[in-house]
């Protein structure tokens, strides 16, 4: 069955510490997101990927860094410099043509 | 920019009718999704509209007015497991990134 994975589910971090969230899908879309979902909040985009090598920033990339070195994958970095980085995070993925996005699970991040 | 307004929360029971109304001033404009999204769950598609009207989908129906910025979802014969939040996503025409409205929980009560 094709769809996206996120793991961990639930992920307990130290403040100062950084962490990879992980993110794959095997749908063979080209584009590849991330979004920060808070308590009564929509979705907030992070940073998106076009294409395998290319990335750009969302609306609020500060503290977050990505990388996009296969098709399937799309790990997101929290950094230490991210000032409230407890939320649930969100990686979806679409095709150029249908811009419907298929979402993944999601990650639910603690910071102690 | 995009400026996507949608109401917080509404209560319903249980066999009745709720819509959910969406509002959006976009830089372009595309169509228009609806995701269902339970707690701590992942969003799932409802709908996509792109052209003016009601598409209608079992108990979910979704409608757009492109000249009014304007879109509602309808749910009918409310059940308890409808008790989610409903998230409008608008898609611009220069773009394929979605905007996210706030979300709107739909409490279903018995």
């Known amino acids: 069955d094709g769809g996206i994975t996120q793991s961990p589910k639930y992920l307990f971090r130290k403040e100062g510490q950084n962490v990879t969230l992980s993110c794959e899908q095997n749908?063979?879309?080209?584009?590849m997101y991330w979004y920060r979902q808070d308590p009564g909040q929509g979705l907030r985009l992070i940073y998106y990927s076009q294409i395998v090598n290319d990335f750009q920033k969302g609306d609020i990339a500060e503290g977050y860094s990505v990388s996009r070195e296969k098709k399937e994958s799309f790990p997101l970095t929290v950094t230490s410099a991210q000032k409230n980085p407890t939320a649930f995070y969100l990686c979806a993925s679409s095709t150029y043509t249908d811009n419907e996005q298929f979402f993944g699970p999601g990650t639910r991040l603690t910071v102690l | 920019g995009q400026n996507i307004d949608q109401p917080t929360e509404m209560t319903a029971t249980e066999g009745a009718i709720v819509q959910i109304n969406c509002t959006y001033q976009t830089s372009g404009f595309n169509g228009l999704f609806w995701y269902q999204q339970h707690a701590g769950e992942a969003p799932t598609f409802l709908s996509y509209?792109?052209?003016?009207g009601l598409e209608e989908k079992g108990r979910f129906s979704s409608f757009l007015s492109r000249s009014k910025g304007y879109s509602y979802l309808l749910l009918k014969e409310l059940q308890m497991k409808d008790s989610a939040s409903y998230l409008c996503?608008?898609?611009?025409?220069?773009?394929?990134?979605?905007?996210f409205g706030a979300g709107t929980t739909v409490t279903v009560r018995a």
């Open positions: 509209n792109v052209l003016d």
């Open positions: 996503a608008v898609s611009p025409s220069n773009d394929y990134k979605l905007s």
């Open positions: 749908l063979n879309h080209d584009a």
